[in-house]
T-cell receptor
Framework: ELKVEQNPLFLSMQEGKNYTIYCNYS?????LYWYRQDPGKSLESLFV?????AVKQEGRLMASLDTKARLSTLHITAAVHDLSATYFC???????????FGKGTKLSVKP | DTEVTQTPKHLVMGMTNKKSLKCEQH?????MYWYKQKAKKPPELMFV???????INESVPSRFSPECPNSSLLNLHLHALQPEDSALYLC????????????????FGPGTRLTVT
């Protein structure tokens, strides 16, 4: 059974600090996705990581993928309040393109 | 047009009602998905349509009935729901549902917040 594990599940940060969210998965998938979800809202695609060693950056967020370790990281640099949200990683669930999501990391950035 | 639209945004229905959720995209995507998301949980896949054919049904109760009339439109018909079916229902689409470099990137609609009373 495919499993996707994120940690931490809850993260309270101070503004200006750095932190990393980890996503481990149990298959040999070489594609991984990061989404952001604000309370009561839908999912917003942040990053699509398509190969081993892929690194993508957008603003204060940087995502990387190590397919050999089956690990992706989402690094937050100099956090600001606007980054407060729940972040999900997801991997391919099979040939039909369905996604399997991690449980999500609820990030709260405090002044 | 890079958006997936869903209607209605909110729906309150009784357990004996019949209602439908609608999802539409005009990005030329050939795979469309229904997910159910309970509060503080990740989305759970319900159905996948690939080229207008149902390709995955994740053991969803028959009170949920999907329909894909054409490549741009996806419906979810609801009948005799239970209070535990209250959730956010998300529709998503992707370029296609098979193997391919970008075929799995899914674009999500805003969701329908469903309350069953």
């Amino acid at each position: 059974e495919l499993k996707v594990e994120q940690n931490p599940l809850f993260l309270s940060m101070q503004e200006g600090k750095n932190y990393t969210i980890y996503c481990n998965y149990s298959t040999t998938s070489d594609r991984l996705y990061w989404y952001r979800q604000d309370p009561g809202k839908s999912l917003e695609s942040l990053f699509v990581l398509l190969s081993n060693g892929a690194v993508k950056q957008e603003g204060r967020l940087m995502a990387s993928l190590d397919t050999k370790a089956r690990l992706s990281t989402l690094h937050i640099t100099a956090a600001v309040h606007d980054l407060s949200a729940t972040y999900f990683c997801a991997v391919d669930g099979g040939s039909q393109g369905n996604l399997i999501f991690g449980k999500g990391t609820k990030l709260s950035v405090k002044p | 047009d890079t958006e997936v639209t869903q209607t209605p945004k909110h729906l309150v229905m009784g357990m004996t009602n019949k209602k439908s959720l609608k999802c539409e995209q005009h990005m030329g995507h050939r795979a469309m998905y229904w997910y159910k998301q309970k509060a503080k949980k990740p989305p759970e896949l319900m159905f996948v349509y690939s080229y207008e054919k149902l390709s995955i049904n994740e053991s969803v109760p028959s009170r949920f009935s999907p329909e894909c009339p054409n490549s741009s439109l996806l419906n979810l018909h609801l009948h005799a729901l239970q209070p535990e079916d209250s959730a956010l229902y998300l529709c998503a689409s992707s370029l296609r549902g098979g193997r391919g470099a970008l075929s799995y990137e899914q674009y999500f609609g805003p969701g329908t917040r469903l309350t069953v009373t």
